[in-house]
């Protein structure tokens, strides 16, 4: 499943706003040396066509396109993000739940 914001992965529907982003943010850090690499590449290789794109306009016609890529780089990023965390879900909450 493809999840674009964090209220719509299931496991962390109980949770507030603010705790979900910290979930995902202490599962992301659980990740190993080799899912973060991953992690990176993937998300390099999502942006890097889009600033390809950005280096082919000059002067105010470029504007248009940085709006767009200020929109698209969420809707690229996020999903792959919130995959890799879902990873180590349940031990954030885990630890969350300690910590509480």
């Keep these: 499943m493809i ?3 964090a209220s719509q992965i ?16 202490e599962a992301l850090e659980l990740l190993n040396a080799q899912e973060r690499i991953t ?8 942006i ?6 950005l280096v082919r306009f000059e002067g105010w016609s470029m504007l248009p396109w940085l709006l ?9 990023v996020l999903p792959v993000r919130h995959y890799f965390a879902c990873r180590h879900l349940d031990q954030a ?3 969350h739940n300690k910590g509480s």
């Excluded at 992690?39 to 999502?46: A, M, R, V, W």
């Excluded at 767009?68 to 690229?76: D, E, M, R």
């Design 68 to 76: 767009l890529a200020g929109l698209a780089y969420p809707i690229l």
């Design 3 to 5: 999840y674009f914001l």
């Design 93 to 95: 909450i885990t630890e």
């Design 39 to 46: 992690l990176n590449i993937i998300k390099l290789l999502l």
């Design 10 to 25: 299931p496991k962390l529907q109980s949770f507030s706003h603010r705790q979900r982003l910290q979930l995902v943010a």
């Design 48 to 53: 890097t066509p889009l600033f390809l794109l």
